[in-house]
């Protein structure tokens, strides 16, 4: 079988009217399209949260020679540092990538967005190039936040380079019924009721919102976007 990706229009209906069951099965069937489609040229982007932990789980169904990329940052919790050595022990084809770029003190305060771009940004750009990728999986959702209501299953905005966001459109409730049918681990810091992770310092437990409002908050980033899928990454579209 093959996926019609959806139109714009039809991601709503999506969100609301397949089951759980049907969401997990198109979600296999788009990576499994992508993986016939670009082989060992396609890799996840994973974040280790909890989105994430599900496309991780659900590429390793298809085929357990999907590669993965991690981008980690100096700021991240050490509960997800540990996380991170956890998940790389069992799976040593996920590579770590990072920039050690010496930064202005409180960066994240005074310019939370060349942070997370040299941070970041940068980072996943060279996963991307030394990774050879064609076509990175992300977990990204449309329910998740303001910024995410506007994009589709497969985008093109890199030349050369698919993007592919299998779990666009599951719920939050959704994804940790995953988690627990299927027994998949996850940072412990869900349980002190984050609802959506990245480094410490731009990250909040909330109450109420939407599941990115504990993101940056107090700065104008707040709720927003770290770039990753918002910014080229491809070298010749540098800024
Ligand atoms: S999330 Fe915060 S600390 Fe992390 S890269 Fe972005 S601005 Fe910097």
């Not at 399209?33 to 659900?58: I, Y």
């Not at 919790?77 to 991170?84: G, I, L, S, V, Y």
């Not at 990538?97 to 939370?112: A, G, I, Q, T």
């Not at 449309?142 to 698919?162: I, M, N, Q």
Request: aromatic share 8%; net charge negative; charged share 30%.
């Amino acid at each position: 079988m093959t996926v019609e990706t959806a139109k714009q229009q039809d991601i709503e209906w999506l969100v609301d009217n397949l089951n759980f069951a049907e969401k997990v099965e198109r979600s296999l069937e788009l990576i499994e399209q992508a993986w016939r489609l670009h082989g060992e040229g396609l890799v996840v982007a994973n974040s280790l949260g909890k989105d994430s932990c599900v496309v991780w789980d659900l590429a390793k169904r298809v085929s357990p020679e999907i590669r993965g990329f991690v981008v980690s940052t100096r700021f991240w919790p050490e509960e997800t540092n540990r996380f991170m050595r956890q998940t790389i022990e069992k799976h040593p084809e996920l590579r770590i990538f990072s920039n050690d770029l010496k930064l202005p003190d409180n960066l994240y305060e005074l310019d939370p967005d060349r942070c997370c771009d040299i941070l970041k940004v940068e980072a996943t750009r060279r996963a991307i190039e030394e990774m050879d990728v064609s076509g990175w999986i992300t977990g990204l959702r449309c329910t998740e936040g303001y910024t995410r209501t506007d994009f589709r299953e497969v985008e093109h905005r890199d030349a050369g380079l698919t993007k592919l966001n299998p779990i666009l459109i599951w719920k939050e409730r959704e994804i940790w019924q995953y988690l627990a049918v299927r027994g998949v681990p996850v940072n412990p810091l869900y349980e002190q009721g984050y609802r959506s992770l990245g480094c410490a310092p731009c990250s909040s437990v909330v109450r109420g919102g939407n599941e990115r409002a504990g993101r940056w908050i107090g700065t104008s980033k707040c709720g927003g976007e770290c770039g990753i899928h918002t910014r080229p990454l491809r070298p010749e579209h540098k800024e």
